[in-house]
């Protein structure tokens, strides 16, 4: 029987028909891994995915949940500021605590190796901090490290039980080592195009790391570049081996100053999504890059794009272009969404959505093939299980929803996916309630001190006087403007979430 003839009677519509499969695991024509890993990528496991529990006890919007190694417990943080560890199979509370944070938590996650026992959290109020649960079952935070304005994301190192990088929207990337007192600040991301040199930093909103080179980075923020660094190279003295060793951007979007990156993440084959506001997501792969300086104007971009060009040029001569893959269909302006890889080898992307639902698209073709109800309001977050067909979704609600591949059915896409029309303020807001105005003016004074104590010489202390003072104007500024605009619309809903919730 030729080769064709017989993938032909192990592929069913396209896809692994699962009895054959069985079949062939049970006589040893393939292995138990690859039959889960054929099983837990399956368009109909993905099509058969329904809430299965919702884990309701934080008070607040919860923007972050995570999966330990293991894949049975989940942690999770909020605007209540406390963080909890769940059962989720059980959908109860193992242990929770307040995280020590001045302001909503936006990362949690445990250190590997740790016995799920060390926990690492950035927030709104700029500090990162560590959690360790002892052996009585109290918990001891303490405060690692500071950025100047909201920390909105963190990642660990694959497989270290020590390190991990942070990301603010001062444009600060840190590493901290939890076998050290003080973390290392590794590089400021400057603004690319010159016309925002205004700025003094390019504010960060993710960062990634390469599971299959932990030497590799990207982070992204408020322009249109996702950078990518070699860990290796910033970490010397040379300040200039501190630019980024690349940059991706589509085309059409250099230029436009009316996008951001709200979500990165890496594949199992070290390719790299990127979530735009008001805009789409793009998969790009390391051949897609812009070089270390993208400008059209910049010497170093033009050799960079010929020899990148060069290297996509077949033996003959020919051009061989890789399209770029772009998923569509949902919408991303009111807050800072993540972006996701699920699968056993990243076969599907996911992301929520500001109409409440979740988004699952096929990697390789872009096709939509899912379209789930997950929250009232908005999906921000969605994290896949390490090993089975389970996701772990949360928005704008206070809960947190497990969904499994339990329906009877296989589910259908709309046939008009519609969004939830609304007014949005802008997907960066700052300030939501006079509350959140008080705790923004606490951490400014908080962190005036903080940095006095660690800067040396005067002119370093009065430029840090000087940056808190804007700051603290920019910030009343703004609250004064979100003041008016709700003087001129007021939105309540009944169950007494705000519109203002969408901006936290």
Same mark, same amino acid.
């Given at each position: ?13 396209? %896809? ?85 944070? %001045? ?34 079952? @109290? ?52 603004? +690319? ?45 040379? =300040? ?76 003959? =001569? ?9 998923? @569509? ?48 309001? +908005? ?21 947190? @929803? ?94 007494? +979430? ?7």
């Amino acid at each position: 029987m030729s080769d064709k003839a017989k993938r032909n009677r192990t592929h069913f519509n396209g %896809s692994h028909h699962p009895v054959v499969d069985f079949w062939r695991r049970e006589v040893g024509g393939i292995s138990s891994r690859n039959f889960s890993d054929r099983f837990s990528a399956s368009e109909n496991m993905v099509l058969r995915l329904e809430i299965y529990k919702k884990l309701a006890k934080h008070k607040g919007c919860v923007n972050t949940v995570s999966f330990n190694t293991q894949g049975d417990i989940l942690v999770s943080g909020s605007d209540d500021r406390r963080v909890f560890l769940w059962d989720w199979e059980l959908g109860k509370v193992k242990l929770s605590f307040h995280s020590g944070h %001045s302001n909503n938590v936006f990362q949690a996650k445990f250190m590997p190796f740790s016995d799920d026992r060390t926990i690492v959290t950035c927030a709104a109020d700029g500090m990162v901090r560590r959690a360790s649960v002892l052996e009585s079952g @109290k918990v001891e935070t303490v405060l690692l490290g500071l950025h100047q304005g909201r920390a909105h994301k963190l990642c660990v190192e694959p497989g270290n039980p020590h390190v991990f990088y942070t990301c603010g929207e001062d444009g600060l990337v840190q590493r901290f080592d939890l076998r050290t007192q003080a973390p290392t600040e590794l590089f400021t991301c400057q603004p +690319v195009d010159t016309r925002r040199r205004n700025m003094e930093a390019a504010q960060l909103n993710a960062i990634a790391m390469d599971p299959r080179n932990s030497n590799l980075l990207a982070v992204g923020g408020m322009d249109e570049y996702a950078r990518l660094y070699d860990i290796r190279r910033v970490q010397g003295r040379d =300040g200039s081996s501190r630019a980024a060793a690349d940059h991706f951007c589509p085309p059409h979007l250099i230029g436009d100053f009316h996008v951001g990156i709200t979500g990165l993440a890496f594949s199992e084959q070290s390719e790299l999504l990127v979530s735009y506001n008001n805009e789409f997501i793009y998969l790009f792969t390391h051949d897609m890059g812009l070089g270390s300086n993208p400008m059209p104007s910049s010497p170093v971009s033009s050799s960079s794009s010929k020899s990148k060009k060069s290297e996509s040029e077949d033996e003959d =001569g020919s051009k061989s272009s890789v399209p770029m893959m772009a998923y @569509k269909g949902h919408k991303n302006c009111e807050t800072v969404k993540g972006v996701n890889f699920c699968g056993p080898r990243s076969e599907y992307v996911v992301s929520g959505s500001d109409c409440g639902r979740i988004f699952i698209w096929k990697k390789k073709s872009g096709e939509l093939i899912r379209v789930m109800e997950a929250d009232r309001y +908005v999906v921000n977050c969605i994290e896949p299980h390490p090993h089975i067909p389970v996701l772990a979704s949360s928005g704008i609600e206070n809960d947190i @929803k497990i969904w499994t591949s339990k329906a009877a059915e296989r589910a259908t896409l709309p046939d008009n996916i519609e969004t939830r029309k609304r007014k949005p303020r802008g997907w960066m807001y700052r300030v939501s309630s006079p509350q959140e105005l008080l705790a923004q003016l606490v951490f400014l004074q908080n962190r005036s001190r903080f940095s006095e104590d660690r800067e040396e010489g005067e002119e370093e202390e009065e430029a840090s006087s000087s940056s808190t003072g804007r700051e603290l104007l920019d910030l009343i500024l703004t609250f004064n403007d979100a003041d008016d605009a709700d003087d001129e619309e007021h939105v309540s809903d009944e169950d007494g +979430v705000s519109r203002d919730d969408f901006f936290s």
